[in-house]
């Protein structure tokens, strides 16, 4: 099976002052950090895709083998005449897994704000399904979306979210998007979304420091980007990725680490690295079922189904409105 890796968010960035005004803000601040969105330019888009092939990473394999077991279920308890809005722009294999069960969908939206993975999305789902309607949105999906007239009246809206790119968002950032999204589907919508779930460190942490060494390059990447895009004069072999599993708090916490004293140029501003000094670049929050119910119920949700991949390791869940909410 070729493990295709999916398109990610890529520039979900304001326009260039802008970026420079982020990074700066983020390397005044302390403890140092930076949103995990930079990793995703085009060098670092392959990158993640190559991360998804990687023996230790096992969150892509998971989510399909998960999709190709549980796919026509899934089908049936969304139903037929499904709007499926997908919050990127399409995941080759999971999202044609999943068009491929569901009964006379009305539209397929792919939302993505880089207009060539969105091309690129369009483009393959075209050519394996040439009857569906597809209504791209080229806007930043964090932000209220008008979605576009359907061509046919839809039974519901789901809004499909695979990945486990939630767990990139915060607590409270990741309620404040499942609310937003509760708005979008309308009363009788869901969402579909993929959640990558606790297990022992040793597994969690081998996924996120592969030893061919592909996360630590996509880590770096970003240092890079900086380079090239605002001017900065990171120097690579200074710096090295740092991810550990926060068990406490459940996820993954990456950093990009100065290996010495340093001080890197970023638009007018000098910013000074201390020897060891760990700037986080990076959340990857993991859940239990129970976890994940209970940030659903804080944004007015209820699970009304979960399904896991035979080994447990991830699961896709499929959220309504509570009618607490
Ligand atoms: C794309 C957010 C799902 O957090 O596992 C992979 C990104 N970072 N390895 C994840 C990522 C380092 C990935 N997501």
């Known amino acids: 099976m070729s493990v295709q890796a999916y398109v990610v968010r890529d520039e979900q960035r304001p326009p260039d002052n802008a970026l420079l005004q982020v990074v700066q803000r983020g390397l005044r601040s302390q403890p140092k950090r930076l949103p995990s969105w930079l990793f995703y330019d085009e060098q670092g888009s392959a990158l993640f895709e190559q991360i998804c092939e990687q ?13 190709s077991e549980h796919a026509a279920n899934i089908a ?17 294999i999971k999202t044609r897994l999943l068009l491929e069960h569901l009964a006379t969908p009305v539209a397929w939206v792919p939302v993505e704000l880089s207009s060539e993975p969105l091309r690129l999305g369009m483009q393959r789902m075209a050519q394996h399904f040439p009857e ?17 007239v359907p061509p046919r009246a839809p039974r519901r809206t789901v809004l499909y979210f695979p990945g486990s790119t939630i767990g990139n968002f915060e607590e409270r950032e990741a309620a404040q998007l499942l609310r937003k999204m509760r708005g979008e589907m309308g009363d009788n919508g869901g969402i ?7 297990k022992d460190r040793a597994t969690i942490e081998a996924a ?4 061919a060494g592909v996360t630590e390059a996509f880590t770096l990447n970003m240092l890079t980007r900086l380079n090239r895009e605002l001017g900065c004069n990171f120097e690579l072999g200074a710096f090295r990725h740092r991810s550990r599993y926060n068990a406490m708090a459940g996820r993954i916490e990456t950093y990009i680490v100065s290996k010495r ?15 060891d000094e760990a700037m986080l670049v990076e959340y990857s929050c993991k859940y239990s079922l129970e976890d994940f119910a209970a940030l659903a119920a804080t944004a007015g949700l209820a699970v009304q189904h979960v399904w896991t991949d035979s080994a447990g390791m991830f699961s896709l869940q499929y959220l309504t409105r509570s009618n607490a909410g």
Do not use: C, M, W
């Open 132 to 148: 569906l309607p597809i209504q791209p949105l080229s806007v930043d999906f964090t932000r209220p979306l008008r979605l576009p």
């Open 192 to 198: 579909l979304v993929g959640a990558d779930l606790k």
């Open 261 to 275: 004293e340093q001080r890197v140029r970023v638009g007018r501003l000098q910013v000074l690295f201390r020897e």
């Open 55 to 67: 023996p230790e990473y096992y969150l892509t394999r998971a989510e399909i083998a998960l999709l």
């Open 76 to 92: 049936e308890v969304l139903g037929p005449d499904v709007r499926l809005v997908e919050y990127g722009s399409g995941h080759a």
């Open 208 to 211: 996120y420091n592969d030893r």
